[in-house]
């Protein structure tokens, strides 16, 4: 239902966390090369546990490549310093929601491309810097799940 990308993670037990979240949510995961791990990495398997064969996972060699398998209709690009709330967005089956690497977030470049909708915000305290990247997905997936009853969950 709705697409997380990772645009170059860093820390595969983030990524693990992720492909856990996405085999629970029903949603697609994808990461954008160069990843900061391998994919057969221990700690990224622990942290997923026994999710991977149940999640939809794709790795794509750029953003490029990724926007190209994608072909999204919307981008949200979660950014310490974004305009939007997370929770005034009204999310759409298929909405892609894009996170940086964990040391330094998404790039200007990244943030300032012309397929990104709005640059969202979690909240957070003043003078902290950021929420850990398997957090905030997890956050930002279930707000978007819940405003669809979350659709196809068992409750």
Do not use: C
């Not at 470049?109 to 929420?131: C, F, I, Q, Y």
Request: aromatic share 10%.
């Amino acid at each position: 239902m709705f697409r997380i990308l990772f645009y170059t993670p860093e820390i595969p037990g983030n990524t693990g966390n992720a492909i856990r979240l996405a085999a629970i949510t029903g949603a697609e995961l994808h990461l954008v090369e160069p990843l900061g791990f391998d994919l057969d990495d221990a700690k990224l398997r622990r942290a997923g546990l026994d999710y991977h064969e149940l999640a939809v996972l794709h790795v794509h060699p750029d953003l490029a490549a990724a926007w190209a398998a994608l072909q999204p209709e919307r981008v949200f690009a979660f950014t310490s310093d974004g305009e939007t709330g997370y929770a005034d967005i009204a999310y759409q089956a298929g909405d892609v929601l894009m996170f940086g690497p964990e040391s330094v977030g998404l790039p200007a470049g990244v943030k300032a491309d012309p397929r990104v909708t709005a640059r969202v915000r979690l909240p957070m305290l003043p003078g902290l810097r950021s929420l850990n990247l398997a957090n905030s997905a997890s956050i930002a997936v279930y707000e978007a799940w819940r405003q669809h009853d979350f659709a196809g969950a068992v409750r």
